[in-house]
């Protein structure tokens, strides 16, 4: 059951594990091109501030980039 689904600011996101670019890069075309995101990253407040990705380290970068693309120009 998803008890609270909020924006997190990317700068008070924190990871966990490691990532591939080139998985990244796959999701970050994915969501250009279908313009849906299916499964959520979920995330634990560990601080007033912080959040650790728990699951979807991949699709929060993909996301990341997204946006920056977006509002670059």
Known sequence: ???NVQLIPFNQVI???QY???RVTM?????ADEKILIDL???LKISS???LILD???RTLALR??????NSG
């Open 1 to 3: 059951m998803i008890e």
């Open 15 to 17: 990871f966990y594990e």
């Open 20 to 22: 591939d670019k080139e």
């Open 27 to 31: 999701i970050e075309n994915s969501i």
């Open 41 to 43: 990253p979920a995330a």
């Open 49 to 51: 501030n912080q959040y």
């Open 56 to 58: 979807g380290t991949h």
């Open 65 to 70: 980039n997204e946006y920056s693309n977006s």
